[in-house]
């Protein structure tokens, strides 16, 4: 039982590229996250799902897409990177209950560098 | 609009003393959840307590206790007889009902000495 698995863990863009981060869990979890954590902010919800084929905005989803084609399976999308964007990566999963929110477990983070 | 504020941004004590951690949340809902989490130097984020609105019974585990006030919408951490391993950044979260959203507090950086 892996948990929540996040590829890559590293990864340095230069301005204007584009990568696909892939979270994947194996809990069976209806909801998955992505977020961002920086220096003396926390951890800034980028989007999130509430289930295979549906994606939703969080706080801070500019320049960033995701999909959510496998119950499983969580990307999350730059398609033109920029500085902005360094930051560390956390993916995220809960299970679901109407009306109840449940703890999250969180990936192993992505550290990403955009120079 | 639900808001997370943990005003304490680094916390030093030294080891065997007790330290509390102050989170204090904002939310017009009446049903919510409330959790804690811990980020060690590692980086992972592991999950510690979750207490719903409507359960406002103190917990305790082992040397980590949890005091949920809602007269004063805090929900503070306490570690008795800090070791250096509890050195960590710790995050405060607020979900309310049915939003499926989580708000993080920015954290409190504890740091035990030896």
């Known amino acids: 039982n892996a948990g929540v698995t996040q590829t890559p863990k590293f990864r340095v863009l230069k301005t204007g590229q584009s990568m696909t981060l892939l979270c994947a869990q194996d809990m069976n979890h209806e909801y998955m996250y992505w977020y961002r954590q920086d220096p003396g902010m926390g951890l800034r919800l980028i989007h999130y799902s509430v289930g295979e084929g549906t994606t939703a905005k969080g706080e801070v989803p500019d320049g960033y897409n995701v999909s959510r084609l496998k119950k499983q399976n969580f990307l999350l999308g730059l398609e033109s990177a920029a500085p902005s964007q360094t930051s560390v990566y956390f993916c995220a999963s809960s299970d679901a209950l109407a009306g109840t929110s449940y703890e999250q477990y969180f990936g192993p983070g992505t550290r990403l560098t955009v120079t | 609009?639900?808001?997370?504020?943990?005003?304490q941004?680094?916390?030093?004590?030294?080891?065997?003393?007790?330290?509390t951690l102050d989170c204090v949340y904002e939310t017009r809902d009446t049903t919510y959840y409330l959790f804690w989490y811990k980020q060690p130097p590692s980086g992972e984020l592991v999950f510690l307590i979750r207490r719903n609105s409507f359960d406002e019974q103190n917990e305790i585990s082992g040397r980590?206790?949890?005091?949920?006030?809602?007269s004063t919408s805090s929900f503070n951490f306490t570690i008795?007889?800090?070791?250096v391993v509890d050195s960590a950044v710790y995050f405060c979260a607020l979900s309310e009902s049915g939003t499926y959203k989580y708000i993080?507090?920015?954290g409190t950086r504890l740091k035990v000495l030896a």
């Open chain 2, 1 to 7: 609009a639900q808001k997370v504020t943990q005003a």
């Open chain 2, 9 to 19: 941004t680094e916390i030093s004590v030294v080891e065997k003393e007790d330290v």
């Open chain 2, 64 to 70: 980590y206790s949890w005091n949920f006030q809602k």
């Open chain 2, 80 to 83: 008795t007889a800090s070791q």
């Open chain 2, 104 to 106: 993080f507090g920015t």
